[in-house]
């Protein structure tokens, strides 16, 4: 089986797994619904990445390089989470208001990382061909 096919797939499957287990816990169906979707993209753009550059799965161990993502997830955990936890909804609905927003923030990061690692060569290739010679005055 072709490891695209696999990744995508699995993405499904992940997807409705989340989205369909928090419906039958009692999560409200949107938020389930939700739940379900933002999970099935994250493994869908972490498969891409995965596939197209697996150099940059790992961290090297210096906590220089990872400080900024560090940042963020405490960020979120901390902020988003104590706000989820503060909402007067049943604890289904927060463990599915939980992993959208873990979710969400994940999908972000990577697609951030896509970005810079697929845009970064379009960039300096056009700064190559737009480059202007300065005068010799």
């Known amino acids: 089986m072709d490891r695209t096919l696999?990744?995508?797939l699995l993405a499904?499957?992940?997807?409705?797994?989340?989205g369909g287990g928090l419906w039958w816990f009692?999560?409200?169906p949107g938020i389930a619904g939700a739940a379900g979707v933002s999970v099935l993209v994250l493994g869908l753009v972490m498969g891409r990445v995965v596939r197209q550059h697996p150099e940059f799965t790992a961290s090297s161990g210096s906590w220089q390089?990872?400080?900024w993502t560090a940042v963020g997830q405490f960020f979120v955990i901390v902020?988003?989470?104590q706000a989820v936890f503060s909402a007067a909804?049943?604890?289904p609905d927060q463990i599915g208001l939980h992993v959208v927003v873990l979710a969400t923030y994940m999908v972000g990061y990577f697609v951030g990382g896509l970005d810079?690692?697929?845009?970064?060569?379009?960039?300096?290739?056009r700064r190559s061909v737009d480059a202007v010679e300065p005068?010799?005055?």
């Not at 499904?12 to 989340?18: I, M, Y």
């Not at 810079?116 to 290739?125: I, V, Y």
């Open 116 to 125: 810079a690692l697929e845009g970064g060569s379009s960039d300096d290739e």
């Open 26 to 28: 009692g999560a409200n």
């Open 135 to 137: 005068a010799d005055d």
């Open 65 to 67: 390089d990872s400080k």
């Open 89 to 91: 909804v049943p604890l």
């Open 12 to 18: 499904v499957a992940l997807g409705v797994a989340t």
């Open 79 to 81: 902020v988003a989470f």
């Open 6 to 8: 696999l990744h995508r």
